[in-house]
């Protein structure tokens, strides 16, 4: 059904992060999975710089994340801590794997957040101290993160060494 495709890392990975701007501007909920953190950290950094050039993502007041990446308003963030402390407002609590969407930016770097899903009501303000130590964004995850996360399609990148435990995920 042309779901897979072959070719070197460097052009997967594009391919990954082609088909995933496509799934989002079509309304999708999506996420590349390639299989290395640098990759991860290119893949995020690629989309927020095109989501701050499209008006997406609004480049003004920012903070610095956890892997020192920033983010901004419009931006898409994961959590990477357990904190039941954190409540959002339609209950439940912060969860490591959690995508978030963040609505603002607070000036000592807090983010107020949305549940990425779109659910109604689930937001809250993730401390800075928080987003500083365990938020990174959140446009791509490595096959480790992605397990729990629900979306409509995933763009996943395999290669020679990738784990069948991994592939399974």
């Known amino acids: ?13 594009d391919a990954a992060y082609l088909a995933w701007r496509a799934d989002i501007r079509a309304g999708r909920e999506s996420i590349p999975v390639p299989e290395s953190t640098p990759s991860v950290m290119e893949l995020n950094s690629r989309a927020r710089a095109e989501r701050i050039l499209e008006g997406d993502t609004d480049a ?15 931006d898409l963030i994961i959590s990477r801590r ?47 101290a928080y987003v500083a130590d365990s938020v990174q964004l959140g446009y791509a995850v490595t096959a480790h993160r992605a397990q729990g996360v629900t979306v409509d399609t995933a763009h996943v990148v395999v290669s020679a060494s990738t784990t069948r435990e991994n592939l399974y995920v």
């Open 60 to 74: 003004g007041q920012e903070t610095r994340l956890a892997d020192g990446s920033c983010a901004s308003a419009g």
């Open 1 to 13: 059904h042309g779901r897979v495709r072959d070719g070197g890392t460097a052009q997967m990975i």
């Open 82 to 128: 357990n904190d039941r402390r954190l409540a959002p407002t339609r209950g439940g609590w912060v969860r490591n794997g959690d995508r978030w969407r963040v609505l603002s930016v607070g000036r000592d770097g807090s983010l107020h957040v949305e549940r990425s899903n779109g659910r109604p009501g689930a937001s809250l303000t993730l401390p800075a």
